[in-house]
T-cell receptor
Framework: DVKVTQSSRYLVKRTGEKVFLECVQD?????MFWYRQDPGLGLRLIYF???????EKGDIPEGYSVSREKKERFSLILESASTNQTSMYLC?????????????FGAGTRLSVL | EDKVVQSPLSLVVHEGDTVTLNCSYE??????LLWYKQEKKAPTFLFML????IEKKSGRLSSILDKKELFSILNITATQTGDSAVYLC???????????????FGQGTILTVHP
């Protein structure tokens, strides 16, 4: 079974803090993704990566950065957390293969910025 | 810009009812449509649909794609309380370019099944 593990289920931070969200997958997937999920808005893509050290902006990258130093690990960084970044953050991974391009998700990190 | 719209946004039914969830899309370079189920944790994959008119089935759940009319439906028959979840629809673009592998999601349908 594919396993995507996010380091924290719940996180409470203060405005202005630097926040790291970690994601690890154990299936040697090339692609990794970070989404945020807000009521009524569905999942919105923040950043994704299709290879080590490669990153692409998604639909809402402002206020976020990412790091992919190893194939299995994809980190989301909030340089200076703000209250409007309070949300559920979901990490996902997938193979690059056309026939098997299904994204598998982690359990999510619910971040509250006070 | 790719767009996915799900309807209804929420639905309340009783056990044993049959439900139909809708997903329409506008995508520049369509390859596949995916359905996920999300309870209070990670979205879990249900179906991937690539060809029109071919029904995918898993137990009481089934789904079909209409590439001409640009929509898909997810049917759940004989609903159970365990079917209560958010159902997410997403589209996957065709291979090529850095957008490859990137899903565009709809808002989700919240299904509540009462005993």
């Amino acid at each position: 079974d594919v396993k995507v593990t996010q380091s924290s289920r719940y996180l409470v931070k203060r405005t202005g803090e630097k926040v790291f969200l970690e994601c690890v997958q154990d299936m040697d997937h090339e692609n990794m993704f970070w989404y945020r999920q807000d009521p009524g808005l569905g999942l919105r893509l923040i950043y994704f990566s299709y290879d080590v050290k490669m990153k692409e902006k998604g639909d809402i990258p402002e206020g976020y950065s990412v790091s992919r130093e190893k194939k299995e690990r994809f980190s989301l960084i909030l340089e200076s957390a703000s209250t409007n970044q309070t949300s559920m953050y979901l990490c996902a991974s997938s193979l690059l293969s056309v026939a098997k391009n299904i994204q598998y998700f982690g359990a999510g990190t619910r971040l509250s910025v006070l | 810009e790719d767009k996915v719209v799900q309807s209804p946004l929420s639905l309340v039914v009783h056990e044993g009812d049959t439900v139909t969830l809708n997903c329409s899309y506008e995508v520049t370079n369509f390859r596949s449509l995916l359905w996920y189920k999300q309870e209070k944790k990670a979205p879990t994959f249900l179906f991937m649909l690539t060809s029109s008119g071919i029904e995918k089935k898993s137990g009481r759940l089934s789904s079909i794609l209409d590439k001409k009319e640009l929509f898909s439906i997810l049917n759940i028959t004989a609903t159970q309380t365990g079917d209560s979840a958010v159902y997410l629809c997403a589209v996957l673009p065709n291979a090529g370019g850095t957008s490859y592998g990137k899903l565009t999601f709809g808002q989700g349908t919240i299904l509540t099944v009462h005993p």
